[in-house]
C-alpha cells in the first residue's frame, strides 16, 4: 500500500492537488468537527439540512464526475490497446 502511495505522489499534478487542497480540506473538516460537537443544540433542522446540502451534495457531484472520467478514460485506453493491436498486425 506504501507503493501506491509513492506511485500516487510521484506524479506532478497529484502532488500540486495535495499540497494545495489538502489543508483547505483538513481545515474544513477540523470546522465541521468543531461546529457539531460545541453548537450541536443551537442547531436548527434548517442549519442541519443547509449543512447537508453544502457539504455532502459537492462531494457526491465530485465523486459522480470523477467516476465518469475514469470509465471514460478507461474506454479511451482500451481503445488505444485495440488500435495498437490492430496496427501491429
Known amino acids: 500500500m506504501l507503493k ?6 510521484n506524479k506532478s ?6 499540497i494545495l487542497f489538502g489543508p483547505a480540506m483538513l481545515w474544513a473538516i477540523l470546522g465541521v468537527f468543531d461546529l457539531y460537537t460545541k ?4 442547531l436548527t433542522k434548517e442549519d442541519h439540512l443547509q449543512f447537508i446540502l453544502r457539504f455532502f451534495f459537492p462531494i457526491s457531484v465530485g465523486l459522480l464526475v470523477t467516476a465518469l472520467e ?14 495498437k493491436k490492430y496496427l501491429e498486425n
Not at 13 to 18: D, H, M, R
Not at 39 to 42: A, G, I, W
Open 13 to 18: 499534478y497529484n502532488l500540486v492537488f495535495w
Open 4 to 9: 501506491r502511495i509513492k506511485e500516487h505522489l
Open 39 to 42: 453548537y450541536f443544540d443551537n
Open 70 to 83: 475514469r470509465r471514460q478514460r478507461k474506454k479511451r485506453d482500451q481503445l488505444v490497446q485495440q488500435i
